[in-house]
């Protein structure tokens, strides 16, 4: 079945930590994306990947890291440098030849500092 | 920036009836995507309807249908015989038409309770 994974499904970190979110999908998609979403807001952009060893900031880079080395992963790091990062986070895919971009999401990692 | 606005947090129907769901953005832009997601229980965000901006003529999909007014900047979304499945967060959002990867905007979301 083609389609995005994301694990684990609920990830625990000691306050200081720094923790990796796993996402990778078998989509043979050239982009790829991280979301945040926090409860009362929609979904805002950390960071995207349009393709391999490349990527850009989105609107909330700050505290988090990625890496494109695989076309099928891009793993996303949470810094200690993150000042609030519970939260559920979000990776999705797309193919960049279609004109309309569409995106497809993964189930999702739901992060909690403890 | 575009700013994408659901004023709505929360709306109900009944099981069968029609309930629209309300979006409004803002863009200086003249080509763009918009979309309507829906997030059930699960959190799996799933694409329900997309609109380009181009086109005239309002999306349909089975029960969902969009109502795309581009001058007012409104893009709002109709269930039609509203189904138990169809309680859920949905989000409106909004993308600018590129070649490359771009990001997608979204509202806060209205969440949707059916009853019986």
């Known amino acids: 079945d083609g389609g995005i994974t994301q694990s684990p499904k609920y990830l625990f970190r000691k306050e200081g930590q720094n923790v990796t979110l796993s996402c990778e999908q078998n989509l043979n998609h050239d982009a790829m994306y991280w979301y945040r979403q926090d409860p009362g807001q929609g979904l805002r952009l950390i960071y995207y990947?349009?393709?391999?060893?490349?990527?850009q900031k989105g609107d909330i880079a700050e505290g988090y890291s990625v890496s494109r080395e695989k076309k099928e992963s891009f793993p996303l790091t949470v810094t200690s440098a993150q000042k609030n990062p519970t939260a559920f986070y979000l990776c999705?895919?797309?193919?960049?030849?279609?004109?309309?971009?569409?995106?497809?999401f993964g189930p999702g990692t739901r992060l909690t500092v403890l | 920036a575009q700013t994408v606005t659901q004023s709505q947090p929360e709306m109900s129907v009944q099981e069968a009836e029609t309930v629209t769901l309300s979006c409004t953005y803002d863009?200086?832009?003249?080509?763009?995507?918009l979309f309507w997601y829906k997030q059930p229980p699960s959190r799996q965000m799933i694409l329900v309807i997309r609109q380009e901006a181009y086109k005239q003529q309002n999306a349909t999909e089975n029960r969902f249908s969009v109502n795309f007014q581009k001058a007012a900047k409104s893009f709002s979304l109709k269930i039609s015989d509203s189904q138990l499945g169809d309680a859920a967060m949905y989000f409106c959002a909004y993308r600018t038409y590129t070649g490359t990867a771009s990001k997608l905007t979204f509202g806060t979301g209205t969440r949707l309770q059916v009853t019986l």
């Open positions: 999705a895919s797309s193919i960049l030849t279609s004109m309309v971009d569409e995106q497809f």
């Open positions: 863009t200086s832009e003249s080509d763009y995507y």
């Open positions: 990947s349009q393709i391999v060893n490349d990527f």
